[in-house]
């Protein structure tokens, strides 16, 4: 179909709407309630067009395309109705920075948000970098209200977990309720109330978490505004790294974009795929994991009965002095399968050839990502890579190394401490529930000097004077493992189980349990393994 | 420690809190700050006088949730104690019978100004209260402030009250006009107090900004509140807080203000969901 818009006449889509046959072209017409992963809407009125031959000003989101239309995108009259229409928004959206005369001075002198309670204003507003509204306030150059602004004073709503809901800054653009709906088929939100009542809410006045919220964060991701936010990522601002890559946290391997402060810090992560919602642990948990205060951030060795931070090729050599007498039998390596198969392709190279040992263990977590083993008999000294064996077991060994991403009970009796990068800090190849092979890519750095796995093992080799270990990157050790092609899993049929029903989520990760690390877990209603456990099961 | 006598919220994200602190209301002075701990572990922050009553052995400050220190204050409520308040400190204001005193505030300064504003009129000044907010809803005090001003002057950035604009703005006009201000003294956020300062410099009206710099003990040993006034380095806690604003190093204030910008913002990302009951109770729409 052939249509005509602002005098260029362009090819249409089948089923295709004015508005987006209009962007896919490169023309640009101001929207707002409308939003690439979902339907149109029609509530915010900003795309209004001209369209010969219909009355009025049609909302080009809620038109199709049709053969010979001919539309006029910016003309006089649009531009005034677009302002009028904005200026009704910003009227119940605290607006008073967009109207400021010192706008421009205040910006380069206070770049950054003031980390308020209630957000009431740009300088506010956890939003402020990436708000739709404002983009838009500017490009239509408005500069002043035609009536005082009302502020409905709603409480900000900061009691459940992981996310914060400020809806004195809510335009009603329903793109919440409208996500919630298609991602889960039932939205767990929806507009309460009428008229200038009218808000975001539950049912009956109940919390999130009483009215069965998956806690998907899509309504966050969806937001125009600052209303929704992720209580963890809210003042970091605009990210300054995406990158794609897979969360590990459980079988499902959903393909996630993990941004980056300009710190390097993971902020946030959430879905690639905008048709099929992620869990909590996807969503929420990796950042808050990976910052926690717990990280062991730099190599540790016993002197006396303290544990004392060392540089590397100090703690390197203590290992390799202390744990050549057990080359053989009396040696163990212990890792779960949620390391990238370049670990486990190092740790088990480490263990056969550098200490002649049939022990290298590699526990299958349970369907709650649960690790727990036990260790050969005989075994006199142990490298673990997680929290995975009894602790006391592990105080019955002569040497303990234990290489990880958290302090443990375990890690406060090692005699070497060697802290690694996990996650989202990694990059790699991982097999998930399938048995595909999905790509690790590395999001953020490390804490202090944490290392990959497979990185500490292979420079302990060195050390050891083992040859074979001196590989260039990850990349190298997958070369030699002959990993095909791993590809993010970004299409999927189904909903992962613990996206639908966040009590299937996984509990613990590499033997660290995640609510352990992640404040917003313990909130949530119990998974079925803590329940079993309460009941003594 | 110290008992939370009365709280409310007198404007969206600003709350008004009554400490019960007798030694601190025996002396306090217009002017004059006190810093708080919340709890044991809590940041220590210095919080402007805002009033007192030496009789009930109370004080008033005005806090705004601007991070993780102040969010724990304000989740406190009536009933609740702070762990540790040290006051008052800080070099009192100069309180004489200057003519015209302009007090120009925004943000917690409009709660700051109210005994400055008594005090000055008791001292036998004209004084003209000029206060600054966003939006007419972010007003607050206004009875308490028209009572002991001449003239209270308010003004909204969006136009929705009184003039629109910024304090700095009502200040330059009245001197363009041809006004005598004799003394003007600005309290709110450096940007604030900055412009203030700009907007009288060229008239030559003596200009005092109440600094508020990261502070640590509050007497004078750290050095953590280091400004540059007259090219000199001065204590804001045991040489401020007021300072001549024509002679502040405004860019390195906002610098040394945001030194710690990035572990202010990962303390306030860890905090965890507030328990509803304890949420700040509910200012009713006027």
Same mark, same amino acid.
């Given at each position: 179909?052939?249509?005509?818009?602002?005098?260029?006449?362009?090819?249409?889509?089948?089923?295709?709407?004015?508005?987006?046959?209009?962007?896919?072209?490169?023309?640009?017409?101001?929207?707002?309630? /409308?939003?690439p992963s979902?339907?149109?809407?029609? *509530?915010?009125?900003?795309?209004?067009? &001209?369209?010969?031959?219909?009355?009025?000003?049609? =909302?080009?989101? #809620? /038109?199709?395309? #049709?053969?010979?239309?001919?539309?006029? !995108?910016? /003309?006089?009259?649009?531009?005034?109705?677009?302002?009028?229409?904005?200026?009704?928004?910003?009227?119940?959206?605290?607006?008073?920075?967009?109207?400021?005369?010192?706008?421009?001075?205040?910006?380069?002198?206070?770049?950054?948000?003031?980390?308020?309670?209630?957000?009431?204003?740009?300088?506010?507003?956890?939003?402020?970098?990436v708000?739709?509204?404002?983009?838009?306030?500017?490009?239509?150059?408005?500069?002043?209200?035609?009536?005082?602004?009302?502020?409905?004073?709603?409480?900000?709503?900061?009691?459940?977990?992981f996310?914060?809901?400020?809806?004195?800054?809510?335009?009603?653009?329903?793109?919440?309720?409208?996500i919630?709906?298609?991602q889960?088929?039932?939205?767990?939100?929806?507009?309460?109330?009428?008229?200038?009542?009218?808000?975001?809410?539950?049912?009956?006045?109940?919390?999130?978490?009483? =009215?069965?919220?998956r806690f998907c964060g899509s309504?966050i991701d969806v937001?125009?505004? @600052?209303?929704?936010?992720d209580?963890y990522a809210k003042?970091y601002g605009a990210a300054s790294r995406f990158t794609a890559t897979t969360c590990i946290l459980c079988d499902a391997a959903c393909a996630v974009t993990v941004h980056a402060s300009a710190q390097r810090r993971a902020v946030m992560a959430h879905g690639i795929n905008t048709r099929v919602p992620i869990c909590v642990l996807g969503r929420f948990a990796i950042p808050e994991f990976l910052n926690g205060?717990?990280r062991l951030k #730099?190599?540790?060795?016993?002197?006396?009965?303290?544990?004392?931070?060392?540089?590397?090729?100090? *703690?390197?050599?203590?290992?390799? &002095?202390?744990? !050549?007498?057990?080359?053989?039998?009396?040696?163990?390596?212990?890792c779960d399968s949620t390391s990238t198969l370049e670990d486990r392709h190092v740790f088990?190279?480490?263990?056969?050839?550098?200490?002649?040992?049939?022990?290298?263990?590699?526990?299958?977590p349970?369907?709650?990502g649960?690790s727990?083993? @036990?260790?050969? @008999?005989?075994?006199?000294?142990?490298?673990?890579t997680g929290?995975?064996?009894?602790?006391?077991?592990?105080?019955?060994?002569?040497?303990?190394?234990?290489q990880d991403c958290y #302090?443990?009970? =375990?890690?406060?009796?090692?005699?070497?401490?060697?802290p690694a990068a996990v996650l989202a800090e990694v990059g790699g190849t991982w097999v998930d529930g399938e048995s595909r092979m999905r790509p690790l890519r590395r999001a953020c750095d490390p804490p202090g000097v944490a290392k990959p796995d497979w990185q500490i093992v292979c420079?302990?080799?060195?050390?050891?004077?083992?040859? @074979?270990?001196?590989y260039e990157s990850a990349a190298a050790v997958a070369a030699e493992i002959g990993v095909g092609n791993a590809a993010l899993r970004i299409k999927r049929a189904d909903t992962p189980l613990a996206a639908?029903?966040p !009590?299937n989520r996984r509990t613990h990760f590499r033997g660290h349990?995640l *609510?352990?690390k992640v404040?917003g877990l313990?909130?949530?209603?119990? /998974? =079925?393994?803590?329940?079993?456990?309460?009941?003594?099961? | 420690?110290?008992?939370?006598?009365?709280?409310?919220?007198?404007?969206?994200?600003?709350?008004?809190?009554?400490?019960?602190?007798?030694?601190?209301?025996?002396?306090?002075?217009?002017?004059?700050?006190?810093?708080?701990?919340?709890?044991?572990?809590?940041?220590?922050?210095? $919080?402007?006088?805002?009033?007192?009553?030496?009789?009930?052995?109370?004080?008033?400050?005005?806090?705004?949730?601007?991070?993780?220190?102040?969010?724990?204050?304000?989740?406190?409520?009536?009933?609740?104690?702070?762990?540790?308040?040290?006051?008052?400190?800080?070099?009192?204001?100069?309180?004489?019978?200057?003519?015209?005193?302009?007090?120009?505030?925004?943000? $917690?300064?409009?709660?700051?100004?109210?005994?400055?504003?008594?005090?000055?009129?008791?001292?036998?000044?004209?004084?003209?209260?000029?206060?600054?907010?966003?939006?007419?809803?972010?007003?607050? $005090?206004?009875?308490?402030?028209?009572?002991?001003?001449?003239?209270?002057?308010?003004?909204?950035?969006?136009?929705?009250?009184?003039?629109?604009?910024?304090?700095?703005?009502?200040?330059?006009?009245?001197?363009?006009?041809?006004?005598?201000?004799?003394?003007?003294?600005?309290?709110?956020?450096?940007?604030?107090?900055?412009?203030?300062?700009?907007?009288?410099?060229?008239?030559?009206?003596?200009?005092?900004?109440?600094?508020?710099?990261?502070?640590?003990?509050?007497?004078?040993?750290?050095?953590?509140?280091?400004?540059?006034?007259?090219?000199?380095?001065?204590?804001?806690?045991?040489?401020?807080? $007021?300072?001549?604003?024509?002679?502040?190093?405004?860019?390195?204030?906002?610098?040394?203000?945001?030194?710690?910008?990035?572990?202010?913002?990962q303390?306030?990302a860890?905090?965890?969901?507030?328990?509803?009951?304890?949420?700040?109770?509910?200012?009713?729409?006027?």
């Amino acid at each position: 179909m052939r249509l005509t818009i602002d005098n260029h006449t362009l090819r249409g889509c089948d089923g295709e709407s004015v508005l987006q046959c209009a962007l896919r072209h490169n023309i640009r017409v101001p929207h707002l309630c /409308t939003h690439p992963s979902l339907p149109a809407f029609g *509530a915010c009125r900003m795309c209004v067009v &001209e369209i010969d031959g219909m009355r009025g000003f049609p =909302a080009s989101c #809620a /038109t199709p395309a #049709a053969e010979g239309m001919v539309v006029r !995108t910016d /003309t006089a009259a649009l531009r005034d109705l677009r302002r009028s229409i904005l200026e009704l928004i910003l009227i119940e959206h605290p607006s008073a920075c967009l109207l400021c005369d010192k706008q421009v001075l205040c910006e380069e002198l206070r770049p950054h948000a003031a980390k308020a309670g209630r957000t009431t204003g740009c300088h506010t507003c956890n939003n402020k970098d990436v708000c739709e509204v404002r983009d838009l306030a500017r490009d239509l150059h408005i500069s002043a209200l035609p009536v005082p602004p009302v502020y409905r004073d709603l409480p900000l709503e900061r009691s459940d977990p992981f996310i914060d809901r400020d809806l004195n800054l809510c335009i009603l653009c329903g793109r919440c309720v409208r996500i919630c709906k298609a991602q889960h088929g039932r939205s767990t939100i929806d507009f309460i109330g009428r008229g200038s009542h009218t808000h975001i809410g539950e049912a009956f006045g109940r919390s999130l978490t009483e =009215a069965g919220c998956r806690f998907c964060g899509s309504c966050i991701d969806v937001c125009p505004t @600052g209303s929704l936010a992720d209580r963890y990522a809210k003042w970091y601002g605009a990210a300054s790294r995406f990158t794609a890559t897979t969360c590990i946290l459980c079988d499902a391997a959903c393909a996630v974009t993990v941004h980056a402060s300009a710190q390097r810090r993971a902020v946030m992560a959430h879905g690639i795929n905008t048709r099929v919602p992620i869990c909590v642990l996807g969503r929420f948990a990796i950042p808050e994991f990976l910052n926690g205060a717990g990280r062991l951030k #730099a190599p540790q060795v016993r002197i006396g009965d303290r544990l004392r931070e060392v540089a590397w090729p100090q *703690a390197l050599a203590a290992v390799a &002095e202390r744990l !050549t007498p057990f080359v053989g039998n009396a040696f163990a390596l212990v890792c779960d399968s949620t390391s990238t198969l370049e670990d486990r392709h190092v740790f088990q190279r480490f263990t056969r050839e550098v200490m002649q040992s049939p022990h290298y263990v590699e526990i299958q977590p349970d369907e709650h990502g649960v690790s727990r083993s @036990g260790l050969p @008999g005989g075994v006199r000294a142990a490298l673990l890579t997680g929290d995975f064996v009894d602790l006391e077991r592990v105080q019955a060994l002569e040497l303990l190394i234990v290489q990880d991403c958290y #302090a443990t009970p =375990a890690s406060e009796c090692a005699t070497v401490v060697l802290p690694a990068a996990v996650l989202a800090e990694v990059g790699g190849t991982w097999v998930d529930g399938e048995s595909r092979m999905r790509p690790l890519r590395r999001a953020c750095d490390p804490p202090g000097v944490a290392k990959p796995d497979w990185q500490i093992v292979c420079e302990l080799a060195v050390a050891m004077a083992a040859a @074979g270990f001196a590989y260039e990157s990850a990349a190298a050790v997958a070369a030699e493992i002959g990993v095909g092609n791993a590809a993010l899993r970004i299409k999927r049929a189904d909903t992962p189980l613990a996206a639908s029903d966040p !009590t299937n989520r996984r509990t613990h990760f590499r033997g660290h349990c995640l *609510a352990e690390k992640v404040g917003g877990l313990r909130q949530l209603p119990a /998974t =079925a393994s803590s329940a079993l456990a309460a009941v003594g099961g | 420690m110290f008992e939370i006598c009365a709280k409310r919220e007198v404007a969206p994200n600003v709350h008004e809190l009554v400490i019960r602190a007798p030694a601190i209301a025996r002396k306090a002075r217009p002017g004059q700050f006190a810093i708080l701990m919340v709890d044991d572990k809590s940041e220590r922050v210095p $919080y402007t006088l805002c009033d007192w009553d030496r009789e009930a052995g109370t004080i008033t400050l005005v806090v705004q949730e601007v991070g993780q220190s102040s969010r724990k204050l304000v989740l406190l409520k009536a009933g609740d104690h702070v762990a540790h308040l040290a006051g008052p400190l800080g070099v009192p204001l100069e309180i004489e019978a200057f003519g015209t005193v302009a007090l120009a505030a925004g943000c $917690y300064g409009i709660g700051a100004i109210l005994n400055i504003a008594r005090a000055m009129k008791a001292a036998g000044n004209r004084v003209l209260s000029i206060v600054e907010a966003d939006s007419h809803y972010l007003h607050y $005090y206004r009875a308490e402030l028209a009572a002991v001003s001449d003239e209270l002057i308010q003004t909204t950035t969006d136009g929705s009250q009184g003039a629109k604009g910024h304090s700095a703005d009502v200040i330059k006009h009245k001197l363009e006009r041809g006004e005598q201000l004799h003394r003007v003294i600005a309290v709110g956020c450096p940007f604030m107090m900055m412009l203030t300062g700009n907007a009288t410099k060229p008239f030559g009206v003596k200009t005092l900004a109440a600094l508020n710099p990261i502070m640590l003990d509050g007497t004078g040993m750290c050095g953590a509140c280091r400004v540059t006034v007259s090219s000199q380095t001065q204590f804001a806690c045991v040489d401020g807080p $007021y300072f001549d604003a024509h002679e502040i190093d405004w860019a390195e204030l906002f610098d040394r203000k945001a030194a710690y910008s990035d572990e202010e913002i990962q303390a306030v990302a860890r905090t965890e969901a507030v328990a509803a009951r304890q949420q700040p109770q509910q200012r009713r729409p006027a």
